[in-house]
């Protein structure tokens, strides 16, 4: 079992930006994605991004890449999802999740999850 705390979201006006991070806890694995999803109000949960446990291989959704940016902390536990010029459009619960694999390929709903953080984008 996997345990994950988020914090960072916030309230940012567009073309700012905000940095999420993500710690994991208990049974972990060298198999294991650490990522980001989200969901908008109304809408469905959406992949962001996703990095390998020992952060060397990074993916990303077509609307995050150029301007966020996944990464790993010393500890290898921690992930950080930098976002820079935001969108009214990124608002949305972004939740941090784990699994094995690479999860997001198949569109499989990870094991793992935090409870989430509210990033909202004023225009």
């Known amino acids: 079992q996997v345990q994950l705390v988020e914090s960072g979201g916030g309230l940012v006006q567009t073309g700012g930006s905000l940095r999420l991070s993500c710690t994991a806890s208990g049974s972990t694995f060298s198999s294991y994605y650490m990522g980001w999803l989200r969901q908008a109000p109304g809408q469905g949960r959406e992949f962001v991004a996703a990095i390998n446990w020992n952060g060397a291989s990074t993916y990303y959704a077509d609307f995050a890449k150029g301007r966020f940016t996944i990464s790993k902390g010393n500890a290898k536990n921690t992930v950080y999802l930098q976002m820079n010029y935001l969108k009214p459009e990124d608002t949305a619960v972004y939740y941090c999740?784990?699994?094995?694999?690479?999860?997001?390929?198949?569109?499989?709903?990870?094991?793992?999850w935090g409870q989430g953080t509210q990033v909202t984008v004023s225009s």
């Open positions: 999740v784990t699994d094995q694999g690479n999860w997001w390929a198949y569109g499989s709903s990870p094991q793992s």
